[in-house]
């Protein structure tokens, strides 16, 4: 054994005996009886109470021989994890844990952060910080103050960056499409602001973590997107962490349609996007059409079916729909902007769409064709809500209209216009029309709102999506680079609307007032 790996070895002896020290006599006040105001004035001078939750601690270190040397000296405090990091890093996840039995007062983080840069300075690598949940750093069973959303007090890298979960995957028959969506928003991340968490829900519904550097290097073809391995996520169904802001990015059902934005509104952790109900309304394409025609908003002439009103009566169901004529759309109630969608262009396959409607729904829609051009535009939320510069979908797949493959998988399937050839008057009306539906239908944050223009000049409202596609080929993040907003500014927009909307919602009273 040479000379200066005795010496590297001597160095972090003592310095992992000094830090066990230190971290001895923390452990030992716990013995003693702390009443609120002592904890309060332990955090107003830089401690911090914890029961039963740990503090985690990160140092990025050049390989692994450097992580075992500091696992050895850090197990007999800590539980430690190893996980890879980008350029052939490694990162040595460490956590400090109190036991069930007593309140643990964690001294002065700067203190032990001291001691860690020390012994990453030994190792040739770097100490990145300490981060814990907001419910740890106020203690278990502590409630937040009034106006302040969960995930307030995170810190990463002790440099004010706020955690970002992007969401994505999902249940849907858009899980690819997700995925790339996902990818997108991901390498519009402003990295001064902030630090990603990618969490890929596969098809089974597991919430996994995943690596940011495999998700990049996806690559543009959703036939051959898959998630990567990870491991289990807090984020999921019962669960907590310590993300500060959630960025979903997941299409069609159970992502897009209020399931999730339930689970994120109990959780208390600001997100992205409309909320519960505008996101059901705007996924539901007979209630957003029913609301939108009651608000004097046009749309296309339609009839909604139910999967039990077909079965008891298939012959009266089917001739009603011909009283639309034809060519015809059939669309499921509920999944999304291109899936399950047929156009008919006669009796003899209607019924054939419209199973093959109920095959991803129990309630459909038929509606009839509209001849005119496809626009859409962009819209993100505040107070008013803003609109892009609009796009033209011009059609070139065999399909005949907007199709999932004509969207996604065939790179020739349409062309964008963009910007479409309006004349300013009729841009203006197309703009207050998308900002209208935008508020009729309870929207927040953003939207993709879809119309049609007949050769007559009237403008009809085809649809919503309120997690619109975020893909290469995207329009809602194209609209927006013409409109003069780029990619990183749009996304860190709107984080900061969603960051808005919790604090508001934060400091609503949940109580009646007494007496």
């Not at 000379?3 to 002896?13: K, S």
């Not at 050895?72 to 036991?99: I, K, M």
């Not at 015809?328 to 999304?336: E, H, S, V, Y």
């Amino acid at each position: 054994m040479s000379w200066q790996l005795l010496a590297m070895l001597a160095a972090l002896a003592l310095v992992g005996a000094r830090l066990y020290v230190k971290l001895r006599a923390a452990s030992r006040l716990h013995a003693e009886s702390w009443d609120e105001q002592q904890i309060a004035r332990l955090r107003n001078q830089g401690f911090a109470p914890f029961n039963d939750y740990p503090v985690d601690f990160f140092l990025a270190l050049p390989d692994e021989a450097a992580c075992e040397l500091a696992r050895a000296r850090l197990t007999p405090r800590f539980s430690v994890d190893v996980r890879p990091l980008q350029d052939g890093e490694a990162q040595l996840r460490f956590s400090l844990h109190a036991t069930r039995s007593m309140r643990l007062v964690v001294p002065d983080m700067q203190e032990i952060s001291h001691e860690l840069t020390a012994l990453a300075a030994e190792l040739g690598g770097r100490y990145d910080g300490w981060r814990t949940s907001a419910a740890a750093q106020r203690g278990a069973g502590e409630r937040r103050g009034a106006g302040e959303p969960r995930g307030a007090l995170t810190r990463d890298a002790a440099d004010g960056r706020l955690r970002v979960a992007i969401v994505y995957g999902g249940q849907s028959a858009e899980h690819e499409i997700s995925i790339l969506s996902a990818r997108n928003v991901l390498a519009a991340l402003d990295p001064e602001r902030f630090v990603p968490v990618p969490i890929g829900i596969d098809r089974a519904g597991q919430w996994l973590e995943q690596d940011p550097q495999q998700l990049l290097a996806i690559d543009g073809d959703a036939r051959h997107v898959r998630l990567t391995d990870g491991v289990p996520h807090p984020l999921g169904p019962g669960g907590a962490t310590d993300v500060d802001v959630i960025f979903p990015v997941l299409h069609g059902t159970l992502g897009e349609d209020g399931c999730v934005q339930g689970l994120f509104e109990l959780s208390g952790i600001p997100y992205v996007g409309a909320g519960v109900l505008g996101s059901s309304i705007g996924m539901d394409k007979d209630v957003m059409k029913r609301l939108l025609h009651e608000a004097g908003i046009p749309v296309a002439r339609f009839f909604t079916v139910r999967r039990t009103q077909f079965d008891a009566d298939r012959e009266a169901t089917l001739a009603q729909l011909q009283t639309l004529g034809f060519p015809l759309f059939t669309k499921p109630a509920n999944a999304g902007s291109s899936v399950g969608i047929r156009r008919v262009t006669g009796p003899a396959t209607l019924e054939e769409a419209v199973r093959h409607a109920f095959e991803f729904d129990d309630k459909m829609l038929a509606e009839a064709a509209v001849t005119g051009r496809e626009i859409e535009l962009a819209v993100l939320g505040g107070n008013p809500p803003q609109v892009s510069v609009a796009g033209e979908i011009v059609v070139q797949h065999a399909d005949g209209f907007y199709s999932y493959d004509a969207k996604y998988l065939d790179e020739n399937g349409a062309r964008l216009e963009l910007p479409a050839q309006l004349p300013a008057s009729q841009l203006q009306h197309a703009q207050q029309l998308a900002a209208q539906v935008f508020e009729v239908l309870e929207c927040d944050g953003l939207a993709r709102v879809d119309l049609f223009l007949t050769p007559q000049g009237e403008l009809l409202v085809n649809e919503i999506n309120t997690l619109p596609g975020f893909t290469a080929i995207s329009m809602y993040p194209k609209l927006w680079g013409l409109s003069g907003l780029a990619p990183t500014q749009l996304v860190s927009r709107l984080i900061d609307l969603a960051l808005e909307r919790g604090r508001r919602r934060a400091s609503l009273v949940r109580r009646a007032a007494p007496g």
